[in-house]
Structure formats: C-alpha cells, structure tokens
DNA sequence: AATGTGTCTAATGTCGACAATCGACGAGCG
DNA sequence: CGCTCGTCGATTGTCGACATTAGACACATT
C-alpha cells in the first residue's frame, strides 16, 4: 500500500478525527452539505463515507432525517463491551493452542512494558501498548468472521476508550488485569481463558459508565 | 410503519431476491449501471444500496473495481456459523433465566411443529418455523448490539441455508437438534446451554459445507 | 389559550454527466 | 516465441443540480 486516495477514505478519517478531537458531541448532526463545503468536495464522497461509518456504528443514519453521533446510553456501552468480550473471548479460547512459548515471552513484554508506561504516567503510550497486546492477542486467531466483527466493535469502543482512559486505572491496576490474560492462556484452561476475557471487557465497559455518570453530575 | 419507500430499500429487496432465486451466483458482478438500467432508476440508489448489503456481508466490494457475490470457502461458512453459534450461545445463555414457563411451552410447541412439518415434507414450513424458533430464543436477550451482529449474520447465513435445508437433516434430526436446546434451558446449565447453541450453528455450517461438496463432485 | 392546519425552509434523496481508474488487448522489442 | 509497455474500452468515483420530504413557524379556528 502506498497511499489511500480516494476521497471516502479521507473523509472517513477526517470524521474520526473530529470525533477524537471533541470537535464533535453525542447528539451532534453531521450535515452533508456543510461536510462537503468544508472539505472543499461534493457531497456523494461524504454520503459514501457515511454510509461506511454507519456500519462501524460510528454514526446513527435515520432516513429522510440525517445522520448523529450516536448517544450511547451507560447499557449500550456495557452491551458493546460484552459483545466484545465475548468474540475476543472465544477467538483468543479457540487459539490458545496456537500460542507459542515465544508468543508468551512477547505478551508478556507488553505487559511489562505497558506496566513501565502506566507508572511514567506515559498514557498515550499506555494505550498504543494495550491496542498492540489486544491485536496480538486475537491475531492467533484464523477466524475472519468473528476478527472482523471483533475489530468493528473495537473501532467504535475506541472513542469511547480514548477520552477516558486517563481515569480508569491504576498502573498496578492496568499490569494486573492484562498479566491475568496472558496467565491464562499459559495454564491452557480453555473455560478459564474465555472467562478472563470476557471479565477483562466487562469490566472497562462498567469503568466507563461509572466514569461517565460522576463526569456528567461534576458537569451538570 | 405503512410501507418504505425509499429506492435503496427496494435495491436491496430487490438483490436479495434475485441471490435467493439463483438469479446470481456467487463470483458474479453487479454492475451499477446495468442494475440501474434494469430498474429504470439513476445509480445513486443502486450505489446506497451496495454499501448496505455490503455490511449485511451479502456482497464483496472491491474499490474502484467492482461488486461481487462473495465466493464462500468452507472455512469462511464453517467460521460465520461458529461466530453465529457463539454469538447466539451467549444471548440465549445470558436470557436464560428471563424465559418463562410460558415461553418453554411455547418454544416446545414450536419444535412439536417443527418436527410435523419436517415429517409431512413442508419444507418451506420447516425453514419459517426454524426462523421463529431462533428469533424467539434471542428475543430474550436484551443486548442489542449483540443482536445486530447476530441478525446480520442471520441474514447472510439464511442464502446459504435457503438453498440446502432440503437435504441437511432427516425429520427426526431436525426435531432432536431443536429440543436439545430448550431441553438445556429448562436445565437453567448455563455452560451446557452455550454450548448446545454453538453446536447447533458449528453442526449445521458443516453440513452445508459437505452437501457444497457432494454437489460440486456430482456437478462438475 | 390550546390545538390543528397550512406554508416555508433546509436538509436528504435522486438524477444525468463528466473524470479517474482498472483490466484487457495488441504492438513492439528482446 | 515470450515479455513489456502503451492504448483502449468499460466501470466506478465524483460532481452539481433538481425533486422530495421532515420539521418549524405562523396563522386560523374553537
């Protein structure tokens, strides 16, 4: 790959942005036409790119009316968070044979490291470390099917990942959660291993909405 | 709801119908303007309506190339009825405990039909009462996102079905595998529960992939 | 004053045409 | 004779304009 060129892909990335950078809100409207203005281009790319995000579950389409940033409700971030906890779940479980003692030696490098980042209060290092040991971790997997919905979701969590990640855990916290995974994975208990997983997720997801319930009373 | 208007929605009827009735095979192109031609309408709607099956994963999108009806390998169908099965061995495990007596007998009333229809050579009847069975199993459930992913799944999943249901399971098979489940749900298991579903899904892709292979041999 | 109706505006849905790009075919060269 | 490269046709990507619809506002009516 040299470079993407077409305009969608631009513009996808230009919306993921402004998502990331607060220039957008839940409940905001994304307006083709003022789209398409400010990006100096017409509006069929923006609708190809919408569409596109609709399906990462980035937007809300409703019909005849527009297109939203989705307005997820503290159980519609437990529920994305299960589901994915239970996909990972299964797709690391149905892997971990496939792990190698090499395998092992290097999630637990990233463990350790991600442990070192979190104690030097480097946080965006934290969370580049977090998202390789993840992509690591389901990468044993051969199952295209469950890794494509595992990475829709882990697109659309990201956001939600990404402002708050700074508040979630103590360092000792974030080593010790993500040390469990690689353990069980060593100790080849298959139930465990999906367990671990699927707790791992669950419990950010009901991190986040604790976090966001005492953001929005300080607010508010 | 009195009907939906919309171009793009009767595309994607419209497509969907054509897959269904063989009008297209897999490999094949769908070529915008063609289809446009053929409905009297501008590519505009034809192209909303590609992205749309294209997340429902029922056609490939190659950029700048073209559309196409995904050519499924075993292992592509094996792995979306394992992501099935696990997606769904969750819902139903998860909303176990919500079923009630009520919902039980009905469930079982289902299968009753299910296995007369199987057993009087109903087949059409055979596949809508398999689809309400598995609706109401999930409807239980109440993680939405969760249910979108699986009901995607569904939908992909039902091409490949519709065209072999005749020849997968003998009547009694088809009784015994449905009562299975509601058998582990009465049992309140919920470690049984999610692997009867999984092995429901996992049988079923693999016989569809060894009748696909039966049909290939005689065929070519 | 509250409710229902009609109009008006702004945004999405659709259109036909042009531009950019991919794959195939064939000419030229070793 | 086989391979490379350039041209060509067909298809997708993009454009600007028009048609249609949802929602807001004002007015009339009870």
Redesign the interface.
């Known amino acids: 790959m040299i470079v993407k060129k ?1 305009y969608k892909d631009q513009v996808i990335d230009h919306i993921y942005q402004l998502i990331l950078a607060d220039h957008l809100k839940p409940g905001d409207r994304l307006k083709e036409s003022l789209l398409a203005l400010e990006m100096g281009i017409s509006r069929a790319p923006i ?2 790119a919408m ?2 995000l ?2 990462l579950g980035l937007i809300d389409y409703k ?2 009316i527009g297109n939203f940033l989705p307005i997820l409700t503290p ?2 971030i437990i ?2 968070y ?2 994915r906890g ?2 990972e779940g ?1 797709a690391v479980m149905s892997a971990s044979e496939h792990f190698t003692r090499q395998d092992l030696k290097c999630l637990d490098r990233l463990v350790d490291d991600m442990g070192q980042a979190a104690k030097g209060g480097e946080h965006k290092q934290v969370v580049d470390i977090g998202g390789d040991f993840h992509d690591f971790l389901v990468a044993r997997s ?5 890794l494509e ?1 595992s990475s829709r ?1 882990s697109l659309k969590l990201h956001v939600l990942f990404y402002k708050h990640w700074g508040m979630l855990y103590r360092p000792d916290e974030i080593e010790q959660r993500h040390r469990a995974i690689v353990t069980s994975i060593k100790a080849q208990d298959k139930v465990r291993i999906e367990q671990v997983v699927r707790d791992h997720y669950v419990e950010t997801g009901s991190k986040i909405v604790a976090v966001q319930a005492l953001n929005s009373v300080t607010v508010v």
Chains 1, 2 share one sequence.
């Open positions: 077409t609708r190809e569409k596109e609709m399906t019909p005849q159980k519609q529920d994305s299960t589901t239970v996909l299964y051969d199952n295209q099917q469950l919905y979701l």
